[in-house]
Nanobody
Framework: QVQLVESGGGLVQAGGSLRLSCAASGRTLGTYFMGWFRQAPGKEREFVAAISRSGGRTDYADSVKGRFTTSRDDAKNTVYLQMNSLKDEDTAVYYC????????????????WGQGTQVTVSS
């Protein structure tokens, strides 16, 4: 079983940048497909980005494509989400998640979740 801890959230002005980190413990992160999701108040959890085990494939929600980049450093057992050109609508709690068996954008396919980190974008 893997434990995930996100960090790097905070308050940023619109147009600014943040880098979220997701550190894993308990198991080697390289055996998992990884995803990023977010949930704004009153809304359902939504897909943000995914990265394959090798890091060779990434996918993004249309709303963040061209602004967000996910990457992984398996030597550090950490996954990252670089967020640029942030907008008000990016305000949410951001979660990283791990899937042991499938590359997916569906939250139901991920069996391990971090506790989330708050990102607030002010205009």
């Amino acid at each position: 079983q893997v434990q995930l801890v996100e960090s790097g959230g905070g308050l940023v002005q619109a147009g600014g940048s943040l880098r979220l980190s997701c550190a894993a413990s308990g198991r080697t992160l390289g055996t998992y497909f990884m995803g990023w999701f977010r949930q704004a108040p009153g809304k359902e959890r939504e897909f943000v980005a995914a990265i394959s085990r090798s890091g060779g494939r990434t996918d993004y929600a249309d709303s963040v494509k061209g602004r967000f980049t996910t990457s992984r450093d398996d030597a550090k057992n950490t996954v990252y989400l670089q967020m640029n050109s942030l907008k008000d609508e990016d305000t949410a709690v951001y979660y990283c998640a791990a899937s042991a068996w499938i590359y997916s954008s569906a939250p139901t396919q991920f069996n391990y979740w971090g506790q989330g980190t708050q990102v607030t974008v002010s205009s």
